[in-house]
C-alpha cells in the first residue's frame, strides 16, 4: 500500500503554498526564540524603566509617597527654573568641552609616537592602556592621594621648587581641571588603542608613493595620515561627547560635586535628587530634558559627519 | 638594544623601521625621549600609591616626599586591609557577578545577533530598530525608575538585582550581527541539507567558527562589568554583596588618615584586572580594538 494512492490528489502549487506559509511561520517561531532571551531583558530592564521614568516624570511621586499623583508639566517647568540644574548642566558642557579635546589630540599624537616602531612598543602600549582597566573608584583613590593638599606627591614636587601648594579639590577656580585631569589620565588609553589600530590599517604603499614623490614626514603626516584617520576621529569625538557628558563616577567621589557645586555634573544631580533628595519625579523630569539634549547632540554630530563624508 | 630583538616582541606590528633609514637618527631619538617621559608621567600615580602601600602609617602620614622612611617598607598595610576588611567577600562578588554578566550577555548576544542575520521572522525590523535606538539612551538616565522597579522585583541588595540590568548589550548584538553576517550561509547550508536544526547548525557550525568576536566581546564585557560604579553602588546597601568598587568606596573615609592601608587596599583592587591584563595583552588589545566602537 502505497500513501500516493490514499491522500487526495493536491497540485504541485497548493503544496509549495502550504510549505511556505508553514515555512514562514516556522522562521517567525525559531526567530523569536533565537531573539527572546535578549529581548526579556531588553524590554524589562530598558524598556520598561524608560516607560516608567517617562510617566514618574509627571508625577509628584517621592519615597514617602506624599504629593504622589499627576502634576502634569509641573516637573518640568521646575527643572527648567532651577538655578541649580543649569549649574549642573554648564558644569557638564564644560567637562565636556575640557575632556574632549585633549582626550582626542592627546591620544592620536601618543599614538603616532607608538606607532613609529620605536623601541620598546609594549611597554609604551602598556604605560598609556593600563589606566583605562581601573575602576573609578581606584582611580579616585589614586588620584585623590596625589592631589592632597599636603601630602600628595604633587604639592611635594611643586614645594622642591619653591612653589607654592594648590588645593587641588577644594579651589573652585582648580577643581573641574583636576578632575579633566584624572579623567585624562583614567580614560586615554581607550582612544589611544583605536588611533593605533587605525594607524596599522593604512596602506603601507601609500607612504612609500609619497615617498617617492619627495613627501617629508611632516608632509605625510598632515596629507596622507591624518585624512586616512578622519573616520576614526569622527567616531572617537562623537563617543567622546557622549561619554563626558554622562560624567559622574570620578567627580562624585573625588569632589563630591563641589566646592559650592562648582563640578557637580547632570547625573550627578539627577542621583542627588532621586536618592538623596527622595524626588523621584522631579529627578525623571531631569533625566528626560537631558535625554532630550543628548539626542540633539547626537544628531547634529551625525549630520556634520555626513555632510563632510558627502562633501 | 638591537632591532632583532624588536621585531620579535612586536610580532604581526609593522617592521620598526623601514630599511635604509637610520635607526638612531636624531628625530627618533627625540621622540623616543618624548614617548618615555609622557609614559613615566602616566606611571607616576601607579608607582607612587604603590610606594605608599608599603610604607608604615606613620611614614605614609609624615610627609610628602620619602623615598627611604625611617620604618623601612614592609607589606603590613596588605596584611592589615585583608584580615580585617571586607576585600575577598567583595573580590568575589566583583567576580561571581561579571562573569554571570559576562556570560548572559554573551549567550543572548550571539543569538539575537544570529537571528538577526539569518533568521527572517516577523517583528524583526521593529525589534531592530529597537536596539538600535536604545543605543543612544544612557543607562545612568533610568537609575530612578529602574530602582523603584528592582524594589517591586524585590531584587534590591541580591546578586540577580546586580546582574539582570547589566546583562543585555544592544551593541553587543549588532556587532555580532555584523560578524555573522559575513560567514558564507553555504557552510549552514550543507548542515541544514543533512537535517540539522537552526539550534544545532548555530552551536556546531557558526559558534566555532566565531570564537574570536565572542571572546572580544566577552573581554569588553567582563571589564566593564568588574569596573562598573553607578548600578551596584544603587542597588546595594549590604556591605556583604557589594562588588569590589563600591565596596572599596564606602571605606575610603572610613581608613581615613591611614593612607598607607587605603592605598594597600586599592591596589589589591587593582590587582586582578592588571595581572589578567599582563598574560592577555595580545588578545585584550585586539578585543577592544575590534568591539571598541560598538560598544562604548
Given at each position: 500500500?502505497?500513501?500516493?494512492?490514499?491522500?487526495?490528489?493536491?497540485?504541485?502549487?497548493?503544496?509549495?503554498?502550504?510549505?511556505?506559509?508553514?515555512?514562514?511561520?516556522?522562521?517567525?517561531?525559531?526567530?523569536?526564540?533565537?531573539?527572546?532571551?535578549?529581548?526579556?531583558?531588553?524590554v524589562?530592564?530598558?524598556?520598561?524603566p524608560?516607560?516608567?521614568?517617562?510617566?514618574l516624570?509627571?508625577?509628584?511621586?517621592?519615597?514617602?509617597?506624599?504629593?504622589?499623583?499627576?502634576?502634569?508639566?509641573?516637573?518640568?517647568?521646575?527643572?527648567?527654573?532651577?538655578?541649580?540644574?543649569?549649574?549642573?548642566?554648564g558644569?557638564?558642557?564644560?567637562?565636556?568641552?575640557?575632556?574632549?579635546?585633549?582626550?582626542?589630540?592627546?591620544?592620536?599624537?601618543?599614538?603616532?609616537l607608538?606607532?613609529?616602531?620605536?623601541?620598546?612598543?609594549?611597554?609604551?602600549?602598556?604605560?598609556?592602556?593600563?589606566?583605562?582597566?581601573?575602576?573609578?573608584?581606584?582611580?579616585?583613590?589614586?588620584?585623590?592621594?596625589?592631589?592632597?593638599?599636603?601630602?600628595?606627591?604633587?604639592?611635594?614636587?611643586?614645594?622642591?621648587?619653591?612653589?607654592?601648594?594648590?588645593?587641588?579639590?577644594?579651589?573652585?577656580?582648580?577643581?573641574?581641571?583636576?578632575?579633566v585631569?584624572?579623567?585624562?589620565?583614567?580614560?586615554?588609553?581607550?582612544?589611544?588603542?583605536?588611533?593605533?589600530?587605525?594607524?596599522?590599517?593604512?596602506?603601507?604603499?601609500?607612504?612609500?608613493?609619497?615617498?617617492?614623490?619627495?613627501?617629508?614626514?611632516?608632509?605625510q603626516?598632515?596629507?596622507?595620515?591624518?585624512?586616512?584617520?578622519?573616520?576614526?576621529?569622527?567616531?572617537?569625538?562623537?563617543?567622546?561627547?557622549?561619554?563626558?557628558?554622562?560624567?559622574?563616577?570620578?567627580?562624585?567621589m573625588?569632589?563630591?560635586?563641589?566646592?559650592?557645586?562648582?563640578?557637580?555634573?547632570?547625573?550627578?544631580?539627577?542621583?542627588?535628587?532621586?536618592?538623596?533628595?527622595?524626588?523621584?519625579?522631579?529627578?525623571?523630569?531631569?533625566?528626560?530634558?537631558?535625554?532630550?539634549?543628548?539626542?540633539?547632540?547626537?544628531?547634529?554630530?551625525?549630520?556634520?559627519?555626513?555632510?563632510?563624508?558627502?562633501? | 638594544?638591537?632591532?632583532?630583538?624588536?621585531?620579535?616582541?612586536?610580532?604581526?606590528?609593522?617592521?620598526?623601521?623601514?630599511p635604509?633609514?637610520?635607526?638612531?637618527?636624531?628625530?627618533?631619538?627625540?621622540?623616543?625621549?618624548?614617548?618615555?617621559?609622557?609614559?613615566?608621567?602616566?606611571?607616576?600615580?601607579?608607582?607612587?600609591?604603590?610606594?605608599?602601600?608599603?610604607?608604615?602609617?606613620?611614614?605614609?602620614?609624615?610627609?610628602?616626599?620619602?623615598?627611604?622612611?625611617?620604618?623601612?617598607?614592609?607589606?603590613?598595610?596588605?596584611?592589615?586591609?585583608?584580615?580585617?576588611?571586607d576585600i575577598?567577600?567583595?573580590?568575589?562578588?566583583?567576580?561571581?557577578?561579571?562573569?554571570?554578566?559576562?556570560?548572559?550577555?554573551?549567550?543572548?548576544?550571539a543569538?539575537?545577533?544570529?537571528?538577526?542575520?539569518?533568521?527572517?521572522?516577523?517583528?524583526?525590523?521593529?525589534?531592530?530598530?529597537?536596539?538600535?535606538?536604545?543605543?543612544?539612551?544612557?543607562?545612568?538616565?533610568?537609575?530612578?525608575?529602574?530602582?523603584?522597579?528592582?524594589?517591586?522585583?524585590?531584587?534590591?541588595?541580591?546578586?540577580?538585582?546586580?546582574?539582570?540590568?547589566?546583562?543585555?548589550?544592544?551593541?553587543?548584538?549588532?556587532?555580532?550581527?555584523?560578524?555573522?553576517?559575513?560567514?558564507?550561509?553555504?557552510?549552514?547550508?550543507?548542515?541544514?541539507?543533512?537535517?540539522?536544526?537552526?539550534?544545532?547548525?548555530?552551536?556546531?557550525?557558526?559558534?566555532?567558527?566565531?570564537?574570536?568576536?565572542?571572546?572580544?566581546?566577552?573581554?569588553?564585557?567582563?571589564?566593564?562589568?568588574?569596573?562598573?560604579?553607578?548600578?551596584?553602588?544603587?542597588?546595594?546597601?549590604?556591605?556583604?554583596?557589594?562588588?569590589?568598587?563600591?565596596?572599596?568606596?564606602?571605606?575610603?573615609?572610613?581608613?581615613?588618615?591611614?593612607?598607607?592601608?587605603?592605598?594597600?587596599?586599592?591596589?589589591?583592587?587593582?590587582?586582578?584586572?592588571?595581572?589578567?591584563?599582563?598574560?592577555?595583552?595580545?588578545?585584550?588589545?585586539?578585543?577592544?580594538?575590534?568591539?571598541?566602537?560598538?560598544g562604548?
Amino acid at each position: 500500500m502505497s500513501t500516493a494512492i490514499d491522500t487526495p490528489p493536491v497540485t504541485a502549487e497548493e503544496v509549495t503554498a502550504q510549505g511556505k506559509a508553514r515555512a514562514k511561520r516556522g522562521e517567525t517561531l525559531t526567530g523569536w526564540a533565537f531573539a527572546a532571551p535578549f529581548a526579556v531583558l531588553f524590554v524589562l530592564f530598558l524598556v520598561v524603566p524608560a516607560v516608567y521614568g517617562l510617566y514618574l516624570s509627571f508625577t509628584g511621586e517621592t519615597l514617602t509617597g506624599a504629593g504622589s499623583g499627576l502634576v502634569g508639566f509641573a516637573n518640568y517647568g521646575e527643572a527648567l527654573r532651577d538655578p541649580d540644574m543649569w549649574k549642573s548642566l554648564g558644569n557638564t558642557l564644560w567637562f565636556t568641552v575640557l575632556s574632549t579635546v585633549p582626550l582626542i589630540v592627546l591620544s592620536l599624537a601618543l599614538a603616532l609616537l607608538v606607532n613609529l616602531g620605536l623601541p620598546g612598543r609594549w611597554l609604551w602600549r602598556l604605560s598609556f592602556f593600563l589606566p583605562y582597566l581601573l575602576a573609578s573608584t581606584v582611580v579616585v583613590m589614586f588620584w585623590s592621594w596625589m592631589y592632597n593638599p599636603t601630602l600628595g606627591l604633587i604639592n611635594g614636587v611643586l614645594a622642591k621648587f619653591g612653589a607654592a601648594p594648590v588645593a587641588w579639590l577644594q579651589d573652585p577656580k582648580v577643581a573641574m581641571v583636576s578632575v579633566v585631569i584624572t579623567t585624562l589620565w583614567w580614560t586615554i588609553g581607550f582612544n589611544f588603542l583605536l588611533y593605533l589600530a587605525a594607524l596599522q590599517n593604512i596602506p603601507e604603499q601609500q607612504f612609500e608613493a609619497a615617498a617617492i614623490d619627495g613627501a617629508g614626514k611632516w608632509r605625510q603626516l598632515f596629507s596622507i595620515v591624518i585624512p586616512q584617520l578622519t573616520p576614526t576621529t569622527a567616531l572617537l569625538v562623537t563617543l567622546q561627547v557622549l561619554a563626558s557628558l554622562k560624567v559622574f563616577d570620578q567627580i562624585y567621589m573625588l569632589t563630591n560635586g563641589g566646592p559650592a557645586g562648582k563640578t557637580r555634573s547632570i547625573v550627578e544631580y539627577i542621583y542627588e535628587s532621586g536618592f538623596t533628595g527622595y524626588r523621584f519625579g522631579f529627578s525623571s523630569a531631569i533625566s528626560y530634558l537631558f535625554f532630550v539634549l543628548i539626542v540633539l547632540v547626537a544628531l547634529a554630530q551625525y549630520k556634520i559627519i555626513n555632510r563632510r563624508s558627502a562633501a | 638594544m638591537s632591532t632583532y630583538t624588536l621585531s620579535r616582541s612586536g610580532r604581526g606590528m609593522k617592521q620598526t623601521h623601514k630599511p635604509g633609514e637610520n635607526p638612531w637618527s636624531v628625530s627618533r631619538m627625540a621622540a623616543l625621549l618624548v614617548l618615555a617621559v609622557l609614559a613615566a608621567t602616566w606611571l607616576v600615580p601607579f608607582a607612587w600609591s604603590v610606594l605608599t602601600s608599603l610604607k608604615s602609617e606613620a611614614d605614609a602620614g609624615a610627609s610628602a616626599i620619602t623615598l627611604n622612611p625611617p620604618d623601612g617598607f614592609s607589606f603590613d598595610a596588605y596584611r592589615k586591609v585583608l584580615s580585617a576588611g571586607d576585600i575577598p567577600t567583595w573580590a568575589w562578588n566583583s567576580l561571581l557577578t561579571s562573569v554571570a554578566i559576562t556570560v548572559i550577555t554573551v549567550a543572548t548576544s550571539a543569538l539575537a545577533g544570529y537571528a538577526f542575520s539569518r533568521i527572517n521572522f516577523k517583528g524583526k525590523r521593529w525589534l531592530y530598530a529597537a536596539i538600535i535606538a536604545a543605543i543612544i539612551i544612557p543607562p545612568q538616565l533610568l537609575i530612578v525608575p529602574l530602582f523603584r522597579q528592582m524594589l517591586a522585583f524585590n531584587l534590591v541588595d541580591t546578586y540577580w538585582g546586580i546582574i539582570l540590568p547589566q546583562s543585555f548589550a544592544p551593541a553587543m548584538v549588532l556587532i555580532l550581527k555584523r560578524f555573522f553576517d559575513q560567514i558564507p550561509v553555504e557552510l549552514e547550508d550543507a548542515a541544514r541539507v543533512d537535517g540539522a536544526g537552526r539550534l544545532r547548525v548555530f552551536w556546531s557550525v557558526v559558534l566555532p567558527l566565531s570564537r574570536p568576536i565572542l571572546a572580544a566581546v566577552a573581554i569588553f564585557v567582563f571589564i566593564g562589568a568588574w569596573n562598573n560604579f553607578l548600578w551596584p553602588f544603587i542597588v546595594t546597601t549590604d556591605a556583604h554583596l557589594m562588588t569590589l568598587p563600591v565596596g572599596l568606596q564606602t571605606v575610603k573615609s572610613a581608613y581615613g588618615l591611614q593612607y598607607a592601608q587605603n592605598m594597600a587596599s586599592a591596589i589589591l583592587a587593582a590587582l586582578p584586572l592588571v595581572v589578567v591584563f599582563l598574560f592577555f595583552q595580545r588578545q585584550i588589545i585586539k578585543g577592544i580594538a575590534t568591539t571598541g566602537f560598538g560598544g562604548q
